[in-house]
């Protein structure tokens, strides 16, 4: 599974749009990208994953460069809410040789939304 | 999306007693568990990858006597912490995913928070 690399923390103002960089320049052609974040003592929460495309859904959106090397995570209207860890990893389906499936957490970024 | 269910959701016990938390995927058939701890303002490290009905593959330095993974199911997996002691004290998580499904990604349930007394 290719390591992904994050900015430990950033700041976003409240209805502004957060974008949270990521690196996974050792990425393979058969790994996604998965974003996930961690409220305080709960589990991690999925938020959108994509391989190569741009994908959207309702809580954010995935933009990931053509060579794949880097994704950026935006958040369009942040909220107080949206403060969290966010996790970007990269992991295959688990199909295949070599294809665990794990997901392994690097240490994130700390995304903080002021008012 | 689908539903990881973690229980309990908190628990205290003795120490040298044994602990069993359950992990149930509730709206969908999950081919393999994963088994997470992590430590305060620390990230999460997978312990385990449970697959149903074989036998749980752990991570390097993960005691497999000590943390016995059952998957007896597609909707059901256990982690029981054997002869707990304080440095056992973590938040646990677990995960279902279905490989190579159409749908790859992972839920996770809530978290056990563990302390050994």
């Known amino acids: 599974d290719a390591k992904t690399t994050q900015p430990p923390s950033m700041d976003c103002a409240e209805g502004r749009a957060a974008n949270l960089p990521c690196n996974h320049s050792?990425?393979?052609?058969?790994?996604?990208v998965y974003w996930y974040r961690q409220i305080h003592s709960q589990g991690p929460q999925y938020i959108i994953h994509?391989?190569?495309n741009n994908e959207t859904n309702e809580m954010a959106s995935l933009i990931i460069t053509e060579d794949r090397k880097s994704s950026t995570l935006i958040l369009p209207h942040a909220t107080l809410r949206d403060t969290a860890v966010y996790y970007c990893?990269?992991?295959?389906?688990?199909?295949?040789?070599?294809?665990?499936?794990?997901?392994?957490f690097g240490q994130g970024t700390t995304l903080q939304v002021k008012p | 999306g689908a539903v990881v269910s973690q229980h309990p959701s908190w628990v205290i016990c003795k120490s040298g007693t044994s602990v069993k938390i359950e992990c149930r995927s509730l709206?969908?058939?999950?081919?393999?568990m994963f088994w997470y701890r992590q430590f305060p303002k620390q990230s999460l490290m997978l312990m385990a990858t449970?697959?149903?009905?074989?036998?749980?593959?752990?991570e390097q330095g993960v005691e497999k006597d000590k943390f016995l993974i059952n998957h007896a199911s597609l909707t059901l997996s256990t982690l029981t912490v054997t002869s707990a002691h304080p440095e056992d004290s973590s938040f646990y998580i677990c995960?279902?995913?279905?490989?190579?499904?159409?749908?790859?990604?992972?839920?996770f349930g809530q978290g056990t928070r563990l302390t050994v007394v």
């Open positions: 995960s279902a995913r279905v490989l190579g499904g159409a749908n790859t990604e992972a839920f």
């Open positions: 050792t990425i393979s052609g058969n790994e996604y």
């Open positions: 994509g391989l190569k």
């Open positions: 990893i990269a992991s295959g389906r688990g199909v295949g040789s070599g294809n665990t499936g794990k997901l392994i």
């Open positions: 709206d969908f058939q999950a081919t393999t």
């Open positions: 449970s697959n149903e009905g074989s036998k749980a593959t752990y």
